[in-house]
């Protein structure tokens, strides 16, 4: 009896696993679903959009210190352009106070010489 018995189990067993259709694993996905692609998409876009804002700042910056360069560069050129008018204005001032001077003088002896014949003519009378 214990040989039936274990060859009606062994039966049952083997039936009921015959019986079981076992499911199929899923296809494993490679493609993104829509909503993936446009996530990846996204962060693609956000990145792409900080590098150039930082390309951007770095132009910027290299444009600002040339522009400071070329307003110094500017500045001192006119410093040396304008240094020889400076030093004919400040010669051409000196020669005019010069002249003053020596008019100022001229006019001074005029006036005395004329104030002297003025008293002399003064006492002639």
């Not at 693609?44 to 959009?49: F, G, M, N, P």
């Amino acid at each position: 009896m214990k040989k039936s018995l274990l060859f009606a189990s062994l039966i049952a067993v083997t039936l009921a696993a015959c019986g079981k259709k076992e499911e199929a694993p899923a296809p494993a996905s490679t493609a993104p679903t829509p909503v993936e692609a446009a996530k990846e998409a996204a962060g693609s876009a956000v990145e792409a959009a900080k590098e150039a804002a930082g390309t951007a700042v770095d132009v910027a910056k290299e444009a600002a210190q040339k522009a400071g360069e070329a307003t110094t560069g500017a500045m001192q050129a006119a410093k040396e352009a304008a240094a020889p008018t400076v030093d004919a204005a400040k010669d051409t001032a000196a020669a005019a106070v010069d002249a003053t001077k020596e008019a100022a003088d001229k006019a001074a002896a005029m006036a005395k010489e004329a104030a002297d014949k003025a008293v002399e003519a003064a006492r002639k009378e």
